[in-house]
């Protein structure tokens, strides 16, 4: 699978996200651009659960050096290697071993269901504290060092898309 074709953001308020690990799954999965193919990197503890889709905006660049992390809210789970057209809503602002690890937070843009939805603020807290756990849980059995900046809302994703689309040119 080539993903150098893909534009990160196919227009204004969309981003083209890339799912590596599924809602509710506990094995962790990473793009390998020299294989072209999903690769298993890991299985969770028995405790932990992806809470949410979660992948990549392909062709982006983060400040750790990967590309730009996002999750998207569905009402089922898809799959690993699995194109959804999305809408961020938000972010959660998270450092990694001090450096800065941020997350989108999306809706898919198929689904009319969350055709209303455009800010984080539309989401239960209860979804996001859930979200944030995750993060410090799973890093934490790792014994890496996390800090939670918190959720910020849809007008802070612009800048941050668009220095990662240059980063990642």
């Known amino acids: 699978m080539d993903l ?3 534009t990160p953001s196919p227009s204004p ?3 083209n996200l890339l799912v590596e690990i ?12 020299e294989a072209g193919l999903m690769v298993l990197d890991r299985v969770f503890h028995a405790a932990i659960r992806y ?15 990967s590309p730009l ?7 089922e789970p898809t799959f690993a290697g699995c194109l959804i057209r999305a809408r961020p809503i938000g972010l959660l602002e998270l450092e990694e071993d001090g450096c800065p ?3 989108l937070l999306c809706v898919p843009d ?3 269901r969350q055709s209303a939805i455009s800010s984080i ?47 990642g040119r």
């Open 110 to 112: 198929a689904d009319p």
């Open 22 to 33: 599924p809602a509710g799954s506990r094995n962790k999965y990473e793009f390998s651009p």
């Open 51 to 65: 809470p949410f889709d979660y992948g990549f905006v392909p062709n982006t660049k983060a400040e750790d050096g």
């Open 121 to 167: 603020r539309q989401i239960a807290s209860s979804q996001l504290e859930e979200v944030s756990e995750f993060f410090r849980t799973y890093r934490s059995f790792e014994g890496r060092v996390i800090s939670i900046g918190g959720w910020r809302d849809v007008d802070a994703v612009p800048s941050l898309l668009n220095a990662c689309i240059r980063a």
């Open 101 to 103: 690890d941020p997350k």
């Open 13 to 15: 308020g969309l981003v």
């Open 69 to 75: 992390d996002a999750m998207v809210i569905m009402a």
């Open 4 to 6: 150098r074709p893909l």
